[in-house]
């Protein structure tokens, strides 16, 4: 048996966001998994990704149910209010009766007064590719999905499920960073940001876009930052930035305007994700950016409609 002693990540997703959450982990923890759950020894907020369900923090593991048993009860745990809940994986049958027993057997080793409603701590079991694993367990917290009741919106505007993935990619896990929102449109990228505690600044030219991002923010009582501008007079510097481009790029003309916001966000930031519904892979690579990593998200449904994104760094 090989002995993982890391996070263990699960994680879920529709069909069509199936590369979208692949680069997502591939930026996040440097590699992607085949299937829905993730081994890493970096330890990430498991709401900081839209996809993530739970993060386990495995303190013991084996391949025999009743060893893994013993291994709890030998050591001795004393927590009040705690529950046990069980992590179902990617592939686990198991039936709703026997995870109440399995439940049940860890939360009897484990002494001290249990809160089913409103745990302090929570552990957690689980089997994957025939290994019982218990440890602690991290929920994702859903209330970012509140966003969806924005009071502006935008017919164009990306969907929360891809904002939160952008700024989840453009902090890998690190939440302690400066980000920028190039082109913030109603605000939807912000408002993922904020959520996550991480620091973004939004810029937009249009006056009545930045109205809207700002009322969304206050909305949900947010205090980021939006500047009426273009981005090329902002003079200010990110550690990483994200540029949902304006949507009309195909004459020659927008491939110009898309050329400048992408060089002057270059300015700004070292790294830098970028999002079109057109090709700029040319734009990209004549504004000196290096690409690292790329996908495609389709709209669900619609199979003519994908946005494009590129994660790049400053060459
Ligand atoms: C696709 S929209 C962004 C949508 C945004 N992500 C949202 O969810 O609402 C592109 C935005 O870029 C803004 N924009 C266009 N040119 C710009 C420039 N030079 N500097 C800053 N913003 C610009 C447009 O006003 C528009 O709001």
């Not at 860890?106 to 019982?132: A, L, T």
């Not at 980021?224 to 949507?247: F, G």
Request: charged letters at 25%.
């Amino acid at each position: 048996m090989t002995t993982r002693t890391d996070y263990l990540y699960s994680y879920k997703y529709d069909t069509h966001y199936t590369e979208l959450c692949k680069l997502e982990m591939r930026q996040v923890f440097g590699f992607e998994s085949n299937d829905k759950v993730l081994f890493s020894n970096k330890k990430v907020d498991p709401s900081s990704s839209p996809f993530i369900k739970g993060r386990m923090k495995v303190l013991f593991q084996a391949s025999d149910y009743y060893e893994l048993l013993s291994k709890v009860e030998n050591e001795n745990i004393h927590k009040e209010d705690f529950a046990v809940d069980y992590m179902i994986l990617e592939g686990d049958t198991t039936a709703f009766d026997k995870r109440r027993i399995i439940q049940k057997d860890f939360g009897y080793r484990i002494e001290g007064e249990p809160d089913f409603q409103n745990p302090g701590i929570v552990f957690g079991v689980c089997f994957y590719d025939q290994v019982w694993y218990f440890g602690l367990l991290t929920h994702h917290n859903s209330n970012w999905q509140k966003h969806n009741q924005k009071p502006c919106s935008f017919s164009n505007s990306i969907s929360i499920n891809i904002a939160k993935s952008l700024v989840s990619m453009a902090s890998m896990g690190n939440k302690d960073i400066k980000l920028l929102d190039a082109c913030c449109g109603v605000g939807t990228i912000m408002l993922e940001a904020s959520f996550a505690g991480i620091d973004i600044e939004g810029c937009d030219i249009n006056w009545r876009a930045c109205k809207h991002s700002r009322e969304n923010l206050e909305f949900f009582h947010y205090k980021a930052k939006v500047y009426r501008s273009d981005i090329k007079e902002l003079k200010k510097t990110y550690d990483a930035a994200i540029v949902d481009l304006p949507y009309n790029l195909y004459s020659y003309s927008n491939d110009d305007i898309a050329l400048n916001i992408i060089e002057s966000t270059a300015q700004l930031s070292h790294r830098i994700i970028v999002v079109s519904i057109a090709d700029i892979e040319e734009i990209l690579h004549s504004s000196g950016l290096k690409i690292l990593d790329y996908c495609t998200v389709e709209k669900k449904g619609k199979s003519t409609f994908s946005r494009k994104l590129w994660v790049c760094e400053r060459g």
